[in-house]
Every structure is written in C-alpha cells, then in structure tokens.
C-alpha cells in the first residue's frame, strides 16, 4: 500500500493549490481519506477527511476555503486550497486507515504561504 501526495508549492497569501494523494495497492474507493498538516515543532493536525461514501468534515480554521474531494476511478484524492492564509503553512499528508492500528501514510509535501 502506497500513498503518494503532491502539489505543495510556494504561494502568496490569498492564493490557491491543490494537493493530490494517489494511492496504489488498496481498493481506493473503500477507504476513507485524511489531510493532516505538520508545522516543525508541533503535533500534525487532521484537516479534512473524506469517507468512502464521500462524507467531507473540516478543522474549523479552514472551513470555506479547503474542500476535499476523491476520484475514484484515479485512485486519487485531492485537496483544494483556497485563500491561503500564512498560517496554512505547513507540511501536508495525507493518511489511510487500513484497519484497527494500521494506517499508512504519504510522503508529505510542504506547503508555504507568503505575506
């Protein structure tokens, strides 16, 4: 089971990205999917999720302006970021429970918001 995440990039305060999370080995459509995101020296914090039937929850900091959305036909599940704010910056995974105290994670791709 592999999780590939990407999309992270440098943007200005106010801008978009949109990460992706492909994954390969599991029967995607499945599972459930969750953001985190990793500031350095600080504990990683859920984001959003996604459940298999498509169930979207949010952290409240990024309520409006983050949606989470899968494909299931590409194995892929994305998070698109509007209005970045400085504060969004951070390291984003994103993560699968494969069963009770099994759960894998992406590589992580670094996100940076500008003033």
């Known amino acids: 089971v592999q999780l590939q995440a990407s999309g992270g990039g440098l943007v200005q305060a106010g801008g978009s990205l949109r990460l992706s999370c492909a994954a390969s080995?599991?029967?995607?459509?499945?599972?459930?999917i969750r953001w985190y995101r990793q500031v350095l020296g600080k504990q990683r914090e859920l984001v959003a999720s996604?459940?298999?039937?498509?169930?979207?929850t949010y952290v409240d900091s990024v309520k409006g302006r983050f949606t989470v959305s899968r494909d299931n036909a590409k194995n892929t599940a994305y998070l698109q970021m509007n209005s970045l704010k400085p504060e969004d910056t951070a390291v984003y995974y994103c993560?699968?429970?494969?069963?009770?105290?099994?759960?894998?994670w992406g590589q992580g791709t670094l996100v940076t918001v500008s003033s």
């Open positions: 993560n699968v429970v494969i069963r009770v105290g099994v759960q894998i």
């Open positions: 080995g599991i029967t995607f459509r499945l599972y459930a």
């Open positions: 996604i459940s298999s039937g498509g169930t979207t």
